[in-house]
């Protein structure tokens, strides 16, 4: 890609030296085929995913060793805690621990073509989602058209598309699926287009994949079907007869949250379902309906990860944040750069209330998606949009149909060096670090010492540059330059006397991993 602007980076405390050519232009090259950087996966076994793993004492417990390579395979777990057990030909580690504790454990694989070994956390006490969730959910490409067969579609295409074998686990209904309360907790029950949500949420888990769900505070969800509250004791519900959009931040009847609570019916009903993940949208987020929820699944017997959404407002953080495990910090995203990257982009307010267990949540990837109503992405632009969601500590949830999902979206999806960075276990959300003009330098502390870089070009025209200010990332001495992407290592500079020469295509990223040289 010809550049149209050539620089000295030389980014500081005095931000002078970088300057477009014309900034008023329009993009160059704005026809991008998808070309994929992230190279197959080796045929012997390698394991991929998160190093550690929280759960809660006599919670059920699932979790599938991700690894590629070549079928059939045998799977090990040296040290497992007593309670557990693995089934060597899937790697479903199952059963549940008693007592908390932390538990060092060895995760193996094994085919014909050799062995591979990863060391392995499992935390059992309070703290549950450890690492961001990753996986789907049905509301950005569906709508209110989902229905159980077309949820467990897309689960099968996770499992058979091997983005199971690279981390990702969670297969999320959206709004749409509820009906009128009933059965032994009186909680909310499938409609006639998910007739049972159990035999789906045993389904998915034999794939060893989890389960999600979605509900709302409010009378009435956005879709307009049941919520958690009812204006009447016997929680009757009776379906909006306007259709005209209404202001449901200012709460008034029926999206608002009425008198009569049934959110430990729910959570009593997700839980003897098998549900993993609760999507629980409403606005605006407050405290107390925050907490009565999060109480219900804390005793429901299961842990169920909290979602909160949509569009927290920071006041509310400090109150809220506490009581969940991820939390959307805007609305809702669209598949359009301006979109997207007004979202990534303006995460740093946030970084104070992330950490492991808590996350926050800039709203679904739009990767592979194509809506007629909605420009997309190009592929440059999916790129940064992977970069930054994994830099940031996003929980990483498609909108797209996965069974259609072609050779370049799976290779954005399943790079597992790029993925790491969002499950690294020391939860660090990335910040911008440097910037000038469209240019913006994000970095990401990592759980082994090393430091993760992405370096962004938000202009309509690709940039070249050399990068030299090492001492702003925290960088010193020899290190070790390894392109995240292309999975290989590009180069080793000094820090005191090298610059870093790179080119960034329009909305484009290049994404780095520095280690000190030893």
């Not at 994929?36 to 060793?65: C, D, E, K, Y």
């Not at 749409?176 to 007739?195: S, T, Y």
Request: glycine share 8%; with cysteine; aromatic share 10%.
């Amino acid at each position: 890609m010809k550049s149209r602007l050539l620089v000295s980076f030389a980014l500081g405390l005095a931000l002078n030296d970088l300057r477009a050519a014309d900034t008023n232009a329009p993009a160059t090259n704005t026809v991008v085929a998808p070309y994929i950087l992230t190279p197959a996966a080796p045929a012997t076994p390698r394991i991929n995913g998160a190093s550690v793993f929280g759960v809660r004492p006599g919670s059920p417990f699932l979790f599938t060793i991700p690894a590629t390579g070549e079928r059939p395979m045998e799977f090990s777990a040296k040290n497992l805690p007593r309670g557990l057990k693995l089934d060597a030909k899937t790697g479903h580690i199952t059963g549940s621990l008693k007592t908390k504790g932390e538990f060092a454990v060895t995760l193996g694989a094994k085919n014909a073509l050799g062995t591979a070994e990863k060391k392995f956390h499992i935390v059992c006490g309070e703290q549950i989602a450890l690492t961001p969730a990753m996986g789907w959910n049905s509301w950005n490409h569906y709508g209110s058209s989902i229905t159980q067969d077309i949820v467990l579609q897309n689960a099968k295409a996770m499992a058979e598309s091997g983005l199971i074998d690279h981390g990702w686990s969670y297969v999320n209904i959206d709004d749409a699926w509820q009906g009128e309360r009933g059965g032994q907790f009186h909680g909310l029950q499938g409609n006639k287009k998910f007739p049972d949500i159990k035999a789906l949420c045993d389904q998915i888990h034999a794939l060893g994949l989890k389960f999600g769900i979605y509900s709302t505070p409010f009378e009435t969800s956005y879709g307009r079907f049941p919520g958690s509250s009812s204006q009447n004791p016997e929680g009757k519900w009776s379906k909006p007869t306007s259709d005209k959009k209404v202001n449901v931040i200012k709460r008034t009847p029926p999206w608002a949250i009425a008198p009569y609570h049934f959110y430990t019916n729910d959570a009593n009903q997700w839980a003897s379902w098998g549900v993993d993940y609760l999507k629980y949208d409403w606005n605006p987020i407050e405290a107390p309906e925050t907490k009565e929820m999060a109480d219900a699944l804390r005793h429901s017997g299961r842990d169920i990860i909290f979602s909160l959404s949509n569009n927290l407002n920071p006041t509310n953080a400090p109150s809220v944040t506490p009581l969940a495990n991820s939390w959307r910090t805007g609305g809702d995203i669209r598949a359009s750069w301006q979109s997207m990257s007004s979202k990534g982009f303006g995460q740093d307010k946030w970084q104070r209330f992330a950490s492991p267990g808590h996350w926050n949540d800039p709203d679904m990837l739009e990767i592979g998606v194509k809506k007629q109503d909605q420009p997309g992405l190009t592929p440059d632009e999916e790129y940064t949009h992977m970069s930054l969601w994994c830099l940031l500590s996003a929980p990483l949830l498609l909108g797209c149909d996965l069974s259609k999902a072609d050779d370049f979206t799976l290779s954005l999806l399943s790079n597992d060096e790029v993925l790491a960075l969002d499950q690294d276990e020391l939860g660090r959300q990335a910040t911008c670090v440097l910037k000038d003009g469209d240019v913006r330098v994000y970095e990401k502390e990592l759980a082994d010492g090393g430091r993760a870089v992405g370096v962004f070009n938000l202009d309509a025209t690709s940039v070249e540059l050399k990068f030299n200010k090492f001492a702003s990332l925290g960088l010193v001495g020899k290190q070790t330059v390894r392109d995240l992407w292309r999975q290989k290592d590009v180069v080793t500079v000094d820090t005191a006397k090298d610059s870093l020469p790179l080119t960034i295509p329009v909305h484009g990223v290049m994404l780095y991993k520095f280690t000190a040289v030893k």
